[in-house]
């Protein structure tokens, strides 16, 4: 049986802005497993890089608040461990793929310096022994001319190669766990392809757990074995990859699933306009006492704008957020 690498409990955190205080992540649990893949979806907004962040120890403790909950790797609690015990942690045992290369790369450093910091501040290599290293894990990555992109900085790169640096940069203390938070932003359907393949072979040589941030479902379709969907800071589902797509259970992830452009639906009888999810996320900036998908819900009822909803069971492996499943 495999043993549980990483547990949120009652993870909660806030920012405090001009506006007031926002909650951005309310009260999420959420478990993963050594080897296992796991997405985190939602739209933009909805809490799920926050939550990344959190593990991380990167939330901007100028502005943000983590109110309460435990985020435990490996049975230790990393909200309670020193600053200088989480930068040990952090790019050895976790690391993280940001979302735009372009932002996350230093501009005035050589892409091959950047690789090697993890090795010479881990793993304690000279500067010689590392850049060994790192023109092994650039082809690993599938990066031709190793040697000689070293050397390059990361505007001399196109946006594939920029997130295979990324990617390469993560990898190379071979963590326990990888959090990729949306690591085909911005690229081209083939390059992002080429991206998720590399992945996931990585995660099979390598034998670590990810933990997948996308708003993309057809992503998630092809790399997780469990999903988890946010919306407005909750977790409003959980369950087992086939299940999200063959039963939904929450009115959003319903919503998500029609939103996907399908092939040929234009082609095959009359177009149809694709399906949207009408209206926009809540402010956070105030309670809401019901349901926060409430108002934009198909399927709201008198309960959805009185109480607020907990996870409800609705089969095995399998909740949802709805007042739907109260009776079940």
Request: glycine residues 8%; aromatic residues 6%; proline residues 7%.
């Amino acid at each position: 049986m495999p043993s549980t690498l990483l547990k949120i409990q009652d993870l909660s955190v806030s920012f405090d802005t001009p506006q007031g205080v926002r909650g951005a992540v309310d009260h999420v649990s959420f478990s993963m497993e050594e080897g296992e893949t796991l997405g985190l979806v939602g739209e933009s907004g909805c809490g799920k890089s926050v939550t990344a962040l959190s593990i991380l120890g990167l939330v901007d403790m100028t502005t943000g608040i983590i109110e309460s909950g435990r985020i435990l790797f490996r049975g230790e609690n990393l909200l309670g461990i020193s600053p200088e015990a989480l930068r040990r942690l952090r790019g050895n045992d976790i690391s993280m793929v940001f979302q735009e290369p372009m932002t996350s790369l230093n501009p005035i450093l050589p892409v091959g310096r950047q690789i090697a910091e993890p090795l010479m501040v881990h793993q304690g290599l000279s500067k010689t022994e590392a850049y060994a290293s790192v023109a092994t894990w650039l082809e690993c990555v599938k990066i031709p001319m190793a040697r000689k992109r070293m050397k390059e900085y990361p505007h001399q790169l196109s946006g594939g190669m920029r997130q295979r640096v990324m990617i390469a940069m993560a990898m190379i203390c071979r963590p326990g766990l990888l959090i990729a938070d949306e690591p085909t932003t911005a690229l081209d359907v083939s390059t992002q392809a080429q991206i998720l393949t590399l992945i996931e072979n990585l995660k099979a040589d390598f034998k670590m757990s990810v933990l997948f941030i996308t708003h993309d479902l057809g992503i998630v379709a092809q790399t997780a074995n469990r999903v988890v969907v946010m919306y407005a800071g909750q977790i409003v589902e959980t369950a087992p990859v086939t299940d999200i797509f063959d039963k939904p259970a929450h009115p959003y992830t319903k919503g998500l699933l029609k939103s996907i452009p399908r092939m040929g639906t234009s082609t095959n009888g009359p177009k149809k306009r694709l399906q949207e999810i009408r209206g926009s996320l809540p402010s956070l900036y105030k309670p809401i006492s019901g349901c926060r998908f409430a108002d934009r819900c198909p399927e709201v009822f008198e309960p959805c704008r009185q109480k607020r909803p907990v996870l409800l069971p609705v089969q095995d492996d399998q909740q949802a957020r709805c007042w739907l499943y109260a009776s079940s």
